[in-house]
């Protein structure tokens, strides 16, 4: 794995839950980071990488001049970006906000629950409070749309 920023909370996770997959399923995950991503430290960084033999490479949430030096240097070796913004240079995953609260707002209603609230995270993505927000008012509106809107309470 590659993390371009390791001092963020949220890529912090991602990266404690991919190397805890990987350990779960018998594979080991190497991580390599780089505070600082120019097209030298990434050179070494995935010079790092293809001396320990690897398979593939994870990039965690890189930004689109990275994604478009590591797709120039990673040669024959498949690089997946991870939680990274919209682009069409590399492989990707990411986390739909929207598409998994619409889920979760359904499956407590579904179990009975007369209604739903988000949990109170002030940084939630707001696609995220989007899709509580419309699931649930399709069976029981909010008090206070406005807290759903902005994604803060007011």
């Given at each position: 794995m590659l993390s371009l920023d390791p001092t963020s909370y949220d890529k912090a996770?991602?990266?404690l839950g991919i190397e805890r997959a990987t350990r779960d399923s018998d594979y080991l995950a190497s991580?390599?980071?780089?505070?600082?991503p120019t097209r030298r430290t990434l050179a070494i960084a995935v010079a790092r990488l293809r001396g320990l033999g690897v398979d593939g490479i994870l990039v965690v949430a890189p930004q689109q001049d990275a994604i478009e030096t590591l797709a120039e240097?990673?040669?024959?070796?498949p690089l997946v970006a991870v939680a990274s913004g919209?682009?069409?240079v590399l492989s990707a995953v990411a986390i739909d906000h929207y598409a998994g609260a619409v889920a979760a707002t359904r499956h407590l209603l579904d179990l009975g629950h007369r209604g739903a609230r988000r949990p109170d995270q002030p940084r939630a993505p707001l696609r995220?409070?989007?899709g509580h927000a419309a699931r649930g008012r399709r069976r029981y509106p909010p008090a206070d749309d406005?807290?759903?809107?902005?994604?803060?309470r007011l």
């Open positions: 996770w991602t990266l991580i390599v980071s780089v505070p600082a240097l990673s040669g024959d070796i919209p682009q069409q995220r409070v989007a406005r807290r759903l809107e902005s994604g803060r």
